[in-house]
């Protein structure tokens, strides 16, 4: 299955969060390897989407829609940091 980056789920983290979040700062619980949203490896389907980590390949984000509504777990993000001020 082809993969694209974190960007892909800058649509679906806005219509939850109600702001960007790839250019947050994300931790893998997993690894502790840590990264902007947008580095994530992100795989589509028809059901929703995967973001894992670029090290360790472990679920980080899914995003999918469920009676309408969408949804998503976090449960693989040890911590979401802002991105640092430029
Ligand atoms: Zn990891």
Redesign the pocket.
């Known amino acids: 299955m082809q993969h694209v980056d974190g960007n892909a789920l800058a649509g679906d983290l806005a219509d939850l969060f109600g702001v960007d979040l790839t250019a947050m700062i994300a931790s ?6 840590r990264g902007p949203v947008a580095g994530l490896v992100v795989f589509r389907t028809a059901m929703g989407s995967v973001g894992r ?6 679920v ?1 984000v899914v995003v999918v829609e469920h009676e309408g509504r969408a949804r998503a777990s976090l449960g693989g993000l040890r911590a979401l940091e802002a991105a640092p001020v430029q």
């Open positions: 893998c619980a997993h690894c502790g390897a980590c670029a090290h360790c390949d472990a980080l």
